[in-house]
């Protein structure tokens, strides 16, 4: 337990540093330096389809590599991160986790938002035996089935997700779900999620998969509206995910039902015109939290330096830099097996989780047990990020069950 | 179950009609000029973002007409600056012009405008249903459909009665004696470059309003509008509204009855066209080879 | 509607072809020793391998018949997609694989040309472009087989046992990049066998003109057919060793973009040429590379190669020594 007078005075000397950090941007003062570099390697799809997302989680990671780099460093050794896109394209994305090892030697490698660009860069960093952080790739086998001794994962699983909101859809609105899903494994595994937690709880559902960039709606939207559920639960992603709220919107159902799902993040909602700003979902972070003061530190130093708020991909990266400082620490050593030896069961401190309880990297899993983050999306109140408000925090633990639930065998290198 | 039929057949009109937006705009070019514009669908983006950022000045009304007009100028001069220059050569190069064209313009709208999506707001009552039981009919649909209506009509007029109408009609039959006859076929050539990129603005800027704005939207719409003009018969505007307007409707049926297989069935479509009628619905035999 | 190009110039009787293919051999057995210290590294160059070998294959299509496919990714990717269904669900053979790969692509390939073989010029590839499509559909529909969006993972390339040989091409990058060399050779090998047998000399009949060559009497329609067919297999081949670089397969690899990369690979490097589409694949794998890691604006300096080459370079590097018309 940390006394509130303890954060105060860490809060004052961080609010310190970091003005001075300001007053001496230019030219840059790296305290950490007469050493090789730390070198990070990220992949991440900055073309295509997901590059807000991913545009996020490198900002967050550049954002912290320069905090760290006006510290100490890592081990007392400047950070040196390298960027490469992955265009959402898997052979792009294999082919630049081999560049960054085999060429630019990286000590460890983070990526990618897609999840099955993620997967395929874990069997090279497996074979290579580099340390792999996960930052936000969400499908359940990552840290499940074809889990690995070298990767961790920090967002939450599609499972996860899905097992954190349902239970306050059903207290809140009831328990008769109208699922709209897309027809790929994200999406089954997620609907098979809800559908389990649904069922547990006693409720019924109907269920239409549909093509993963469906941007039309109607017809589906007159099949739900015919079977009366208590909650539309809208699985889409992206782009899609907003074309069906919309014209949920649009349709006037919302009188009739209420809506849900597992994500839909700042930058989505960001995007989106005010009458599609609804629903409740998950936020695997958030930055409005009154009640942990290393957040509001946090937001404010991330505003002054990004001159935005930062969203859940923003902490994504912040936590993957900051893990491997932690873990290099605990491991004196950037060697992949021993780095993932620290990791395991490895808290996160208050200043790095940014959020209450314990935060922490399962052992048996490799998978952040982070909070999520239950709550209703609306048109921005007071500051254009207000748009979502958390009426309920969802330990990690709970929404994850145990691991001999998530099939990971955990098998470390003889 | 027959009323969700029904349902679905008049919205699958409706999605049509934006298909046959798009792909009358690619087919003119491609039987004037021989050329497949793979850009087409970043004209489209390009369009929706010009109308984006014109709204707060001159309000969505005016940004519809306004578009538009600013899509079809950048289209001609892409066509003078770029696209004149392979009209000669062998059609890999028009292909792969108009490829890198894609390339470059999506990589721009994406730099100026930034990766996320961008909301676009339309008038209100645009918003709403236009009744209780059609729901699921907003009066932007309707309003959509009115101005598809009012482009293709406007469009055959065009073509029909116009001297430059009948001279790209002409041209599309056979350019060299078009030429012979003393007509501008360069001129000719961009001016029909720049009704194509017209329409595709005009798409451009409904589509905004209905799905919003993002680098790529235009990516989804060309393979419907390829495979309508392949379905209605390359050659024939007419076809090609055909072949818009059937996909549309069999993309929609599908929803009712197997929504997974709602993107994959227009290809069945072609696949089935081209077995049993190569030339396509309303294709002249001949032109497709 | 093909543009009948006359280069008169494709079978030089001088000893030029043979240096150049000693030259292209020479650096391609010795990339391991001058790669990494030019800073790149070698799976780039097997990289450069694999969609070296799709750019030679489908242009046995366009430089050797004269006809247009802007559908050539999706035997590459059904290629890639036979390779890795083989390894996962049928039996750990690298060999098994790589046929497996050749003869789904291929056959594809050849079922769908009959249907496109009477089609010419950009109707012909409009038609592919869209038949390329149904197969990334198929792809990314069928989850239960392919893995859908997502692709197809949980496969690695096995050792090759070669008598009481074993190569250790699974964890070793060298000995799987001379694998692939050898691969190509064999490929490439056979393509220029074909190209000097009379049946090829035939599709160079056609490609300069088709009307002659039928009032020949060549059955124009069933040599284009074969040479669609033989170019399906070889790219096919190509896809089922990209499976084996990357251990995965997913529906980009058949995404009609990527047929438009194969296309300017070909043409930048010269379609006249024998060995252009590998130097084609080699400047462009290498530029992807070197500026995607520099701007994530990569896609306009892309598209920007595209414009420049069709302007400027019409004829592609190696067509710059070739005399000819360069239309």
Redesign the interface.
Same mark, same amino acid.
């Given at each position: 337990m940390i006394s509130s007078a303890h954060i105060a005075i860490r809060r004052r000397a961080l609010l310190k540093s970091s003005l001075a950090i300001t007053a001496l941007a230019a030219p840059p003062i790296i305290a950490a330096r007469g050493e090789t570099p730390v070198r990070i390697g990220m992949v991440d799809p900055? @073309? =295509? &389809?997901l590059? *807000?997302l991913a545009?996020s989680e490198v900002e967050g990671a550049r954002y912290t590599v320069d905090l760290l780099n006006k510290r100490n460093g890592i081990l007392g050794r400047p950070i040196e991160l390298?960027v490469? +896109?992955s *265009?959402? +394209?898997?052979? @792009?994305g294999? $082919?630049?986790t081999?560049?960054l090892i085999?060429?630019d030697k990286v000590d460890v490698v983070f990526g990618d938002v897609n999840? =099955?660009i993620a /997967?395929?860069m874990s $069997?090279v960093t497996n074979?290579l035996k580099v340390f792999q952080i996960v930052p936000g790739g969400h499908?359940d086998p990552i840290t499940g089935t +074809?889990c690995k001794w070298n990767v961790f994962r920090i967002c939450n699983t599609t499972s996860m997700d899905a097992a954190a909101v349902t239970g306050n859809l059903v207290k809140r609105f009831g328990k008769k779900f109208f699922f709209v899903t897309p027809? /790929?494994? /994200?999406g089954?595994t997620l609907q098979d999620r809800f559908v389990k937690n649904l069922k547990a709880l006693g409720g019924e559902f109907q269920a239409?998969?549909?093509? &993963?960039?469906? #941007?039309?709606y #109607?017809? @589906?939207? &007159?099949?739900a509206?015919a079977y009366k559920p208590d909650v539309l639960l809208n699985n889409m992603g992206g782009?899609a995910q907003?074309?069906c709220m919309?014209q949920f919107i $649009?349709? =006037?159902?919302q009188k009739e039902m209420a809506l849900g799902g597992a994500l839909y993040e700042l930058? #989505?909602i960001? #995007?989106?015109?005010k009458? *599609?700003q609804a629903g409740t979902w998950d936020m695997e972070w958030w930055w409005n939290q009154p009640n942990v003061p290393e957040v509001a530190t946090f937001v404010g130093d991330f505003r002054k330096a990004t001159g935005k708020t930062p969203s859940a991909r923003h902490w994504f990266g912040y936590v993957a830099v900051q893990s491997v400082r932690l873990a290099a620490e605990k491991a004196k050593s950037l060697e992949g097996p021993k780095l993932a030896l620290a990791m395991e069961d490895m808290d996160l401190p208050p200043d790095v989780a940014l959020q209450p309880g314990r935060v922490y990297y399962r052992a048996g899993d490799h998978q952040l047990m982070s909070n999520i983050f239950v709550g209703d999306a609306h048109p921005p109140t007071g500051s254009p990020d207000d748009v979502f408000t958390v009426t309920s925090v969802v330990p990690g633990e709970t929404a994850a069950g145990p691991v001999s639930e998530t099939g990971c065998k955990m098998v470390h290198p003889a | 179950m027959l009323q969700l039929v029904l349902f679905n057949v008049t919205n699958g009109l409706i999605i049509g009609a934006f298909y046959v937006l798009m792909a009358l705009g690619l087919s003119l070019i491609l039987n004037l000029s021989n050329v497949i514009n793979f850009a087409h669908g970043n004209f489209l983006a390009l369009g929706g973002y010009i109308a984006f950022v014109l709204t707060p000045f001159i309000g969505f009304w005016g940004a519809l007409l306004v578009s538009p007009i600013l899509t079809a100028v950048f289209g001609f001069l892409i066509e003078r600056v770029l696209i004149r220059r392979v009209y000669a050569r062998d059609p890999v190069y028009s292909l792969l012009l108009t490829f890198g064209l894609a390339f470059i313009m999506q990589d721009a709208c994406r730099y100026i405008w930034g990766p996320n999506g961008l909301p676009m707001t339309i008038p209100d009552g645009l918003a709403a249903p236009i009744s209780p039981d059609l729901f699921f009919i907003t009066w932007y649909r309707i309003f959509m459909v009115a101005i598809v209506i009012g482009a293709v009509a406007g469009l055959f007029a065009f073509l029909r009665y116009t001297r430059v109408g009948i001279r790209i009609r002409a041209g599309t039959l056979d350019l060299d004696t078009v030429a012979a006859l003393g007509v501008n076929v360069g001129m000719l050539r961009s001016f029909n470059f720049a009704v194509g990129s017209l329409l595709a603005g005009l798409a451009g800027v409904l589509a905004a309003g209905q799905i919003g704005l993002n680098p790529n939207m235009g990516d989804d719409l060309l393979m419907p509008s390829f495979i309508a003009i392949i379905v209605g018969g390359v050659g024939s505007l007419t076809g090609t509204l055909l072949g818009g307007l059937l996909i549309g409707v069999a993309g929609a049926l599908t929803t009712v009855f197997w929504p997974a297989a709602s993107e994959a069935v227009i290809y069945v479509i072609m696949l089935l066209v081209l077995i049993v009628r190569p030339r396509g619905l309303l294709g002249e035999e001949g032109m497709m080879t | 509607m093909t543009a009948a190009t006359v280069s008169p110039n494709t079978q030089t009787g001088t000893a030029r072809p043979w240096l150049t293919a000693a030259i292209v051999w020479a650096l391609l057995l010795t990339v391991p020793f001058w790669l990494p210290m030019l800073g790149g590294y070698t799976a780039l160059a097997a990289r450069v391998l694999v969609f070296g070998l799709a750019a030679m294959s489908f242009n046995l299509l366009l430089g050797f018949t004269g006809v247009m496919s802007f559908g050539h990714a999706a035997y590459f990717g059904l290629g890639a997609y036979g390779a890795g269904l083989t390894l996962k669900y049928i039996a750990a053979s690298t060999p098994l694989a790589i046929l497996a790969g050749i003869l789904l692509g291929g056959l594809a390939g050849t079922l769908f040309g009959l249907f496109i073989v009477r089609r010419r010029g950009v109707y012909f590839a409009m038609v592919t472009v869209a038949f390329g499509q149904i197969a990334f559909y198929v792809a990314y529909s069928w989850d239960s087989l392919t893995g859908g969006y997502d692709g197809l993972r949980g496969f690695s390339r096995a050792p090759l046992h070669l008598g009481p040989l074993t190569l250790d091409i699974v964890n070793n990058d060298k000995i799987f990049y001379y694998f692939l060399l050898a691969v190509f050779a064999i490929a490439t090998g056979l393509q220029g066998l074909l190209l000097a047998s009379p049946f090829g000399r035939t599709l160079l009949a056609i490609r300069e003109n088709e009307r002659r060559a039928r009032f020949l009497g060549i059955p124009v329609e069933r040599h284009i057919w074969m040479s669609f067919s033989i170019s399906c297999c070889f790219t096919a081949l190509a896809g089922a060793l990209y499976a084996l670089l990357n251990n995965f397969a997913d529906p980009m690899g058949l995404h009609y973009s990527l047929s438009g990369e194969i296309v300017i690979m070909a043409v930048m490097g010269g379609m006249r040429a024998f060995w252009g589409p590998l130097a084609g694949a080699a400047l462009f794998v290498i530029l992807q590379d070197t500026i995607s890691s520099m701007t994530v604006n990569w896609m306009s300096f892309v598209g920007l190669i595209f414009v420049l080459v069709v302007l400027f370079f019409p004829r592609g590097m190696l067509g710059i020594f070739q005399k000819g018309t360069g239309k």
């Open positions: 900055l @073309t =295509g &389809i590059s *807000a545009a390298l490469e +896109d *265009a959402n +394209d898997v052979g @792009t294999v $082919q630049k081999r560049k085999e060429r999840s =099955g /997967y395929a $069997q074979e499908t +074809d027809d /790929y494994a /994200y089954h239409e998969l549909l093509p &993963i960039n469906t #941007s039309e #109607s017809a @589906t939207l &007159i099949k509206k782009l907003i074309n919309k $649009q349709f =006037g159902m930058e #989505s960001k #995007s989106v015109p009458d *599609a | - | -």
